[in-house]
């Protein structure tokens, strides 16, 4: 696989050439490194990345850019040349500290390793680490579930996103479950450790301002927020999603368009043709996608906002649906205008979605 | 016309899979009735479906021309009985057109139920009976011991019984040469006015129902006005013949011929198996005797899962009935299932062949309900109402007691079994009637139980418990009294009338736990705690709870998700069309299918 990792970069740079064709993009917010593992390429290469978006876009001084590590592959040395590039946040994939429930999740490394990877992020000078734990593994109970979070709180990170373990086809855990050597998904037990979590997390001062993620004060995820306020933005790479939102004169957003690129690293590489498939939303899908999107979020929806993004009649549906997740107690209304969910809305999201959709 | 003396009219019983049609089919080959070339394993069978099964329901009648070893050409009308209990009023008719029956046995499986039921049946027609043990080329194969059997049951001569094998047509010209000395030829007057037995219909997109006839008295011409007894209907003989077995236009059947007639007659309802054909301006005086409205005794609904296929289904039970006579059907609403059909049946295998034809024939896709039979309510006036639905049952308050229809069971099972089935039918609410041991190693155990309990898994579970080797006849003796109750299912207090059953107020609390533990796995939690409950009249059986859903939510929705979630909550949207509202609950479509199908 290493010796894909320079024509892959090659590629990546060669799509950003193209895409700018289309959409001359000027001065990013938040640039994002996700996977994959990121963290595994060298970072010579990450260096000429960077300098190609620099070059042909630049990125704005106040912006964040984010890469995923595995604890690792966070040496000091990558660590300092991280930060030389230009990143300033790091995304941690840590999962826990319990090395019986790393095993089910069939990850190596252990919480020692973890820990000197925060650390060596911190003496490299990073001052924006979000950490991802992972609860609802078979074997874990509420008392384990806070110590994972006690350890990874000891730890200060400014953000830590948990995430509730899915089984999906096709994976080791999925067969295990499926040849009765693990237990399979139990959302009542997920239920209570996902409450429990946020109640550990929320009174260690940590903001619960998504369904998954926790955050101090002024380190809420800026690029991830885009994504549930259906910002656009442009993805690049090997399975890659875009978004890009088409409005009228008027700054109604008539039409989204979402596309996606193929999946194979190969493909990728060797096809001048890289787009896999896409959809267009029109006016009331894009709306009620949104919304259905920013519910994820303490921000929720404004309505009066949203009107001036989709035209009242958008609006006006939007309005009926919400007043009935408000009936069922999964939003509630403040000052006539600011929906938001519920603490029950963020544990029954699914439920405001089927009523949007 | 055909010298009377010369013909012979029978018939071949046997258990079913005991070689009948095999050996049918070799008569013919051995006759040249059909030649080799023509020949397909089991020709007489019609229909696709029972080929594939392996059993028969109606092959057509054959005439055989037969040179025997007398020098003389003999008239051979063989008439086949269908071969389940179902069916044993068309046995009966068909049996009734003969005056002798080949008798086949499996050499490896001995005498069976059906064995003597069917032989039972010829004996009341008097039927003289050839013996005749087949399948002698199996390695299991007993055949001196069936042969004492034989003997000991029918009081023949050892040289009486004739060794077979139909698959390698051993034995063939033995029995040939039996039916022409052994059975009489048929009575009757050529002078006397038409009498003729309905024993068969069956219909034909290009001639109409085509009538199948044994004459016992007179003659019948193309062109002969007749009227058929049992109705009162007249019509016009178009075409007169016999089988062979397919058909051959003929001058005029005469006394004691087997053959067919059409006559403008629309659907095979109209020629009663069993009635009378004669003349309508020279009738006879008296019936044929034996005669019976053919009666259904099992009742399933037939609804199509799509509400749009009602209009196919409706159209596929008219072509059905065309060929079915027994089959009857009116149309049933029901709260969860729509629109659709109550179906009357002869029996189980009738309804599971019904069902099968309209899903393969005519590609329809079909829920149907568990068996069901007719109750009667006798009400505290006297009135007597009958009901097959349990929507339909009377008030309660005006209800004196309930009557449900019995069966006369009899069992055929090696000793070793006979604890395990007297259990059995002791948990069916069978009462024991007698046992004996008919023959070496087999022993006859009588009981009477309700027709509903036996078209349940009755069957199913006597062959399980005895390793396949029991088997199984019933007649249905009439009503009797029962204690029984309806169960009423109600989800978050609302009623759910498609879920109410009745049953024995013994079992009630039972199925009633059943039914709430099935729907409690197959109902989605709501957001709210769902109540389940089963109930007799105001009185709660069995309860569980739903308990509310908790949590249901994506963990991760980031750039790449958004399409995919989005499409999942599409099809979840999708999917909430396919429940039925009662009340505030939603169930899905499938589990009314799941709790009809198994109750």
Known sequence: ?357 | MFPKEQIRNYSIIAHVDHGKSTLADRILEFTGTISQRDMVDQVLDQMELERERGITIKMQPVRIKYKADDGLEYQLNLIDTPGHVDFSYEVSRSLAACEGAILVVDASQGIEAQTLANLYQAIEHDLVIIPVVNKIDLEQARPEQVRQDLVALLGCAPDDVIMASAKLGIGIKEILEAVVKRIPPPTGSLEAPLRALIFDAHFDSYKGVIVHLRVFDGSIKTGDQIQLMATGAVHDVTETGYFSPWLVPTDGLYTGEVGYITANIREVSQARVGDTVTYFLNPAADPLPGYRPAKPMVFAGMFPVDPGGYEDLKEALEKLKLNDAALSYEPEVSTALGFGFRCGFLGLLHMDIVQERLEREFGLNLITTAPSVEYKAVLRNGEAVYFRNPDAMPDISKIDYIEEPFVKATIFVPEEYVGAVMELCHDRRAEFISMSYELKERVQLVYHLPLAELITDFYDRLKSLTRGYASLDYEHIGYKRSDLVKVDILVAGNKVDALSCIIHRDVAEARGRKIISMLRGLIPRQLFEVSLQAAIGSKIIARENIPPLRKDVLAKCYGGDVTRKRKLLEKQKEGKKRLKRIGNVDIPQEAFMSILKQT
């Not at chain 1, 885009?226 to 442009?234: E, K, M, T």
Request: with cysteine; hydrophobic share 40%; glycine share 8%.
């Open chain 1, 1 to 357: 696989m290493k010796n894909l990792y320079a024509p892959y970069l090659q590629r990546v740079k060669a799509e950003i050439r193209e895409v700018l064709k289309v959409y001359p993009l000027v001065e990013l917010d938040s640039v994002y490194l996700g996977g994959g593992t990121p963290s595994l390429v060298d970072p010579a290469l990450l260096e000429d990345l960077f300098e190609e978006i620099e070059g042909q876009i630049g990125i704005a001084q106040e912006a964040e850019v984010t890469v995923e590590a595995n604890p690792l592959s966070v040496d000091y040395q990558n660590a300092i040349k991280w930060r030389d590039v230009g990143i300033n946040r790091v995304s941690l994939g840590i999962q826990g500290f319990d090395p019986d429930l790393l095993a089910i999740l069939g990850r190596k490394g252990d919480s020692k390793a973890s820990r000197a990877a925060y650390e060596n992020l911190r003496e490299a000078g990073f001052t924006n680490i979000n950490i991802d734990l992972i609860f609802g593994v078979p074997g874990q109970d509420e008392v384990s579930w806070s110590r994972t979070l006690e350890r990874a709180i000891e730890l200060q990170p400014e953000h830590i996103s948990t995430y509730c373990l899915t089984y999906e086809p096709n994976t080791l855990l999925y067969k295990r479950w499926q040849n009765g050597e693990i237990d399979g998904p139990d959302p009542d037990r997920e239920y209570i450790l996902m409450e429990s979590g946020a109640r550990i997390l929320e009174a260690a001062g940590y903001k619960w301002y998504e369904i998954s993620n926790f955050a101090k004060d002024g380190f809420f995820g800026r690029h991830n927020l885009a994504y549930w306020d259906a910002h656009s933005y442009i993805g690049v790479g090997c399975g890659a999603h875009s978004c890009v939102n088409f409005k009228n004169n008027n700054g109604i957003t008539e039409k989204r368009l979402r596309y996606w690129n193929v999946g194979a690293v190969k493909e990728y590489i060797a096809e001048a043709d890289i787009a896999d498939d896409f959809e267009v939303l029109d006016n009331k899908t894009a709306a009620a996608e949104h919304a259905e999107l920013a519910l994820r979020t303490i921000f929720g929806i404004n309505l009066k906002k949203f009107e001036s993004q989709y035209g009242s009649s958008a609006a006006e549906q939007i309005k009926d649906v919400l007043e009935h997740a408000r009936h069922l107690e999964l939003v509630e209304l403040e000052n006539s205008v600011q929906y938001r969910p519920t603490r029950k809305g963020y544990f029954l999201n699914n439920q405001i979605g089927v009523l949007l959709v």
